[in-house]
């Protein structure tokens, strides 16, 4: 069996103490030797400083860093300084994304839709940036039916990504589906399942609710039934998603994509289980 292919993604801290704590979130899991870290970029490129200083620091501390980009209110000018800078970092890695519409901007910008970021990377950059984008197991919120959001996805491999990272989700058959559903359509490259660990049910049920993620009813009323007893929600939580990145690796997912919430815990407690 190949190695799977493990990736922790962090948010841009917004103060001091929050570089601090995500320093020492990402030495500890820089010892678990994950494959490239991941780092958020806000609505409208809100973040975008941040996220550029984010990642300078884990490629100066020896790591691969792959800042996301979302293109949603941007304009082509804006996008190619990014990339730019970028590669005059050394930067190889990038995540391709929509991105949400900022709360007040009417006007999305010279992007509508990912796969023309994607194809705007490939055309300014060549081959320089390996370009991961988003999948949807259980479809976006936003497309009106599945076979177009799976025509969605398809445009976006055509534009010229590597490889793709889900939504979370907690139901592996929603996420075999989709593979299966993406092969029928001739799209071969890897599809890494993302991996929202549990740690806080009404933030995790929000979290969902906004994006689009399903949490099966059997878990919902499950993790609703502990009330406010956070241990047992944590237990329980690890329990589960330790078995679904199990079903996951042992039916042949390429790896594994981690929504740490900048927390090293959940993570290394999963990883563990999983011996990996």
């Known amino acids: 069996m190949k190695k799977p292919i493990i990736s922790f993604e962090f948010f841009p801290p917004k103060n001091p103490e929050g570089v601090e704590k995500l320093r020492a979130t990402r030495q500890q899991l820089a010892q678990l030797n994950p494959e490239f870290f991941s780092v958020t970029f806000g609505a409208g490129g809100s973040t975008r ?20 980009l979302s293109c949603i209110g941007s304009t ?14 050394g930067i190889r890695h990038i995540v391709a994304l929509r991105g949400d519409m900022p709360s007040g901007m009417a006007c999305p910008g010279e992007f509508r839709y990912a796969n023309e970021l994607v194809e705007f990377i490939r055309a300014e950059t060549g081959d320089w940036f390996n370009i991961e984008v988003a999948a949807y197991p259980e479809y976006h919120p936003q497309a009106p039916t599945a076979q177009a959001d799976l025509l969605n996805f398809k445009h976006k491999v055509e534009a010229g990504a590597d490889a793709a990272i889900t ?12 593979v299966d559903e993406c092969e029928a ?31 099966p ?17 944590r237990a329980f939580g690890l329990d589960v998603v330790t078995d679904l990145c199990e079903q996951l690796l042992k039916r042949g997912a390429p790896g594994l994509h981690f929504y740490t919430l900048n927390q090293a815990g959940p993570v290394s407690a999963i990883w563990q289980r999983l011996g990996l």
Request: hydrophobic share 40%.
């Open 217 to 233: 009813r059997w878990l919902r009323l499950k993790l609703q039934g502990y009330g406010d007893d956070s241990a047992s929600i």
């Open 49 to 68: 400083d941040r996220t550029l200083e984010t990642v300078i620091e884990i490629q100066q501390d020896g790591h691969k860093a792959a800042p996301h």
């Open 167 to 178: 939504q979370y989700f907690y139901n592996a058959d929603a996420y075999f589906h989709f």
């Open 76 to 89: 082509k000018d804006n996008i190619r300084a990014i990339l730019d800078e970028y590669k005059s970092h």
């Open 185 to 215: 359509m001739g799209i071969t490259i890897p599809i890494v399942p993302g991996i929202m660990p549990i740690g806080n049910f009404s933030q995790l049920a929000r979290f969902s609710d906004a994006c689009g993620a399903e949490i």
